[in-house]
Structure formats: C-alpha cells, structure tokens
C-alpha cells in the first residue's frame, strides 16, 4: 500500500488519484527486473496448466506490488498463450543486373523476388506495381508454396528520362482465407536520355513497421524470365504491413481470454473477467458492475499507450453529442456509463456490454452454414438500420470516419445494430477544418487517401463496403454474390469512385433502401436470423 504524495492518506493498490483529496499520484515506474520476476511467475503458472481464479489473483497481486502494467501483463500473456499461428513473414527482394539495361524507349523486364518460409501456402498472389505513380499492370500468381522461391517478371518501357520511383502492394490470400497485404517503395532509379544508361539510385529499407525479414520468404509457382530464383544481383526491398481492420484479430465469447481484475471509479467498481477485443488502440474487457442484481454486463475499453488518451477522450464527447437528445436512431449508439485512469495514466471508458456479433462474424458464421454471406433478406434490414444511424449522425455535423466490418455490431434475434468506435470521428469539418484522421486501406473512401474534403459521401462509401463484406462478395473489387440485380446496384451505387458522385444523404437513401426491400419482398415482414 502507498501514500498519497499530497495528504498522506492511504492508498489503494494501483490507484491513479488519491480518495481523500483527489490529488493526482505518480505515474507507476516499470523497472526491467519486475517485468522479469513477473515473467518467471507467469510463465511458470501457465505451465502448470490454465490460469483459474486462485492463479488470476495471485498475479493480481504479485503485478501491483512489482509495479507491472497490465499493458505488460495483456503482452506477456499473449506471448506465452499465442491465440494463433504467427502471420507469415515475406521477404522481396529485386534484381539490379536487368536494371541496368533498362533504356528510354525500349522494353525491358523488371524481377521481384518473393518467398514464403511459412507453415501455409498462398493459393493467391497480386502484385499491384507503379512507376512514379503511374498504375502498371497487375502481376497475378498461382498458388505459391513454403520455401520455394519464385520471381515476378514486370514488363516496361520508360517513356522518359530522369528519376523514377518502383513501388507496388503484394495481396495475398492464404489457404484458410485470411488476406495479408503488404507495401513496398523507395526503390529509386535515374534513367538516361540516350542508351540503356538505367542507374539505381536508391533502395529505400527504411520504414515503420517493416516485416520480419529473419526467416520470410514469399514463394510462388511458375518462375518467369529465362533466369531461376536464385539467379541474378538480389537486394532486398523493405515490406510494411498493412493493417486490414477487417482482418483485425478480435476476441468472440466463444474463445475470449479469461482475465481477473476490478477496476474502482467514484461512481461504482467493475469486476473484469474476459477480454472481448483488441483493437488499434485499446483493449476491451468484458465483466460486470459489482453488486447489481441482476448483474450488469460492461465492456471496459482501456487505452493501450497514453497517447491515444485524446482519442478515447474524442470519442466520448462525440458519443454524447449523438445520445444527448432523443430519438429513435439513438438506439444505435453506445453511451459511455463511466471513465477512468489506470496506475500508470491511460484512459478507460466503460460501456453497457453489447450483445451482438461484429460483422466479419456474421459473415463467417453464415459461411459455416453453407452460405456465401448473409441473405439478402437480412441484408437489406441491416443496410437500413445503419443508414438511419449514419443519417442521425450526420444531421449533428459528426462523420464516423472509420466504418469497417468490425465497427457494426448485431444482435440477431431482434435486428439490433449499433455503430461503435467513434474514435476517429470528424466533427463539424466544415466549421473545425477538421480532416480525415484514419486511413483504412480497404473500407475508406479515395478522398482520405487523398487528404480530401471529409463529407457524408465518405461514410457512405465505407458502408457500402462493409456491406457487399458482409454478403460474402470482395470489398476490394466491389464483387457481389449472386442477388437480385436492384440490390447490387444500390450497394455499387454507395461505392462510387468519385465523391461527387456517390449518394451525399444517408436519409434519403433510408428511403431509397426502403423502396427497394418493397420492391423486391413486398410489405416488411420480420424475418428471424440464426447465427
């Protein structure tokens, strides 16, 4: 137990500000040598077998006196209890010698190098390429095996001289469906006005968040070109990760990791049992409110670094611009109940615990089923809802900003959706000058990328993605599954390219929607979801 640094009082184990005066307590100092002696321990009990009560609280116990983060804590374990396999690691790497033989005018061949020393084969691989920004032809690849090293040949002829920029995206598909993506550029090359006189200037290895290059290899079937893989003056080219938040690893009831901690505010104390998600930025809890009775399920969300405090903080103001007055779409928010901090100074929200699944679930628990993604039937109430929600939103001048699969939430024996994760919402941008603060490079609309003029257009851009997702059709190429052609072309209509002509009102388009579920199934009549 400590003292608090103004009055003296006593204070509860890990608390951020004292009872008695309120004054705020030192950030808690993680030293090495605890993070170690907790690892030991940790380490040990999970050896012993599954972490059960007893275990939980002498951790608990062991974390507050030694100083340990639960930050730390979530790491360590997810290092000793690996949810999955490892992502595959990939290695590029590109041939200088054809290089030096490109010429102004005349065609000549570019070899990327890319290997898998994984446990899974790629049953898909799409090399995307530019050339100083212009779009080169797309380089696809059949199934491409561990360990066995395969060269992609790009075919170009420069059509003038001076500096130019190599750079492309890799997407992959693995044998159990999951996708990857990763990026690559910095490969800078000067070419002559007369003669083959192709210099390689530079080959950028620096970047954030660059793949581990320690045992990758990205391998691939049909070698191209007239020389093999191993073949030729290879340097390596940097890959950077792409995070899809659609494939973003959440945490369903069925396999949630069990965790045992309280966490105490002025206004009541939450007992926290499971882990229900990690996100880009926090991890949420699930538990319930001590001493209810019944008892009150909660979701804590808590803030993995400090620095994204300003985030969560963001986004329970948003969430209290949209709850403030009533109405029906309110129902499709979540209200934060409480906030906090922890020991060690990052912020927590608590929600009431919403019963539904993310959509990425809904999809793959149709798939099981036998069917490509959800009915079209269930389809079109879903896309409604969301619309009203979107609609309700943006009347109050606030974007989403982020919508992906994982951000819709549905409770199937009633229809129920909610809207989370309003992070990264943009309010009022007209007024604020506020800009796009999150790029998704599968669900977000051209003009982020492009640092455009955030409008409703944008959010609807990204619905209409979630939801050919959702149906079980491609996201990235706007493909839909077989369904009634008045439906598929409401939902390309929301993915328009070009922001002046996509839909700019999500109201009308409630509308619109519903016009079309008459059309096609007549008067609206409840149809029960199993999931």
Not at 235 to 245: E, G, T
Not at 458 to 479: C, N, Q, R
Request: hydrophobic share 40%; aromatic share 6%; with cysteine.
């Amino acid at each position: 137990m400590a003292d608090c640094v103004e009055c003296q009082q006593r204070l509860r184990d890990g608390a951020a500000f004292c009872g008695a005066c309120g004054a705020r307590q030192p950030a808690v100092v993680e030293l090495p040598e605890a993070v170690a002696r907790y690892r030991e321990v940790l380490t040990r009990f999970v050896a012993d077998g599954a972490l059960d009560a007893a275990k939980h609280a002498q951790l608990e116990e062991l974390r507050l006196r030694l100083g340990v983060t639960l930050a730390t804590h979530a790491t360590l374990c997810a290092q000793l209890e690996p949810d999955g396999p490892p992502p595959p690691s990939i290695r590029l790497a590109i041939d200088v010698a054809p290089l030096r033989h490109l010429a102004l005018g005349a065609r000549g061949l570019i070899r990327l190098r890319v290997e898998n020393d994984g446990a899974l084969a790629f049953e898909s691989c799409g090399l995307h390429p530019t050339w100083s920004g212009a779009a080169l032809p797309v380089i696809e690849a059949t199934t491409i095996f561990p360990a066995r090293p395969a060269v992609l040949v790009l075919a170009l002829t420069p059509a003038r001289a001076g500096f130019h920029e190599l750079a492309g995206t890799l997407h992959l598909v693995d044998l159990m469906g999951e996708r990857s993506r990763y990026t690559f550029d910095g490969v800078h090359l000067r070419v002559g006005g007369d003669g083959p006189q192709v210099q390689v200037v530079n080959i950028d290895q620096s970047a954030a968040r660059v793949v581990d290059n320690s045992r990758s290899t990205f391998g691939a079937g049909d070698v191209g070109g007239l020389l093999g893989p191993d073949d030729g003056d290879w340097q390596p080219v940097a890959l950077v990760a792409v995070r899809d938040a659609s494939a973003r690893r959440t945490t369903s009831s069925s396999n949630a990791r069990r965790v045992e901690f309280a966490v105490t505010t002025e206004k009541a104390t939450y007992q926290l049992t499971t882990t229900l998600a990690h996100g880009d930025i926090a991890t949420v809890y699930g538990g319930h409110l001590r001493g209810s009775q019944p008892p009150t399920q909660v979701a804590v969300k808590i803030a993995d670094q400090t620095a994204d405090n300003d985030l969560l903080q963001h986004e329970a103001r948003v969430l209290g611009t949209l709850t403030a007055e009533g109405g029906g779409p309110v129902i499709h928010f979540a209200p934060p109940r409480d906030q906090f901090r922890t020991a060690d100074g990052r912020l927590g929200t608590v929600f009431d615990h919403l019963d539904g699944f993310d959509l990425t679930q809904v999809r793959d628990r149709c798939r099981k089923r036998g069917e490509v993604g959800l009915p079209a039937r269930h389809l079109i109430w879903l896309l409604r809802r969301a619309l009203a929600a979107l609609g309700w939103a943006h009347k109050r001048g606030v974007l989403h900003g982020n919508l992906d699969p994982v951000h819709v939430l549905v409770r199937p024996h009633d229809h129920m959706l909610w809207l989370v994760d309003w992070c990264w919402a943009v309010v009022n941008p007209a007024q604020t000058g506020q800009g796009f603060k999150a790029l998704n490079e599968t669900y977000s609309a051209p003009e982020v990328r492009e640092r455009g003029r955030p409008t409703p257009a944008s959010d609807l851009y990204s619905l209409g993605k979630v939801m050919i997702h959702v149906a079980g059709g491609d996201p990235e190429t706007k493909t839909l599954p077989e369904m009634d052609p008045r439906l598929a072309r409401f939902l390309k209509y929301l993915a328009v390219e070009s922001q002046g002509g996509r839909p700019q009102d999500a109201w009308e388009l409630y509308q619109q929607a519903d016009k079309v579920r008459e059309q096609i199934w007549g008067p609206h009549e409840f149809v029960h979801l199993e999931l």
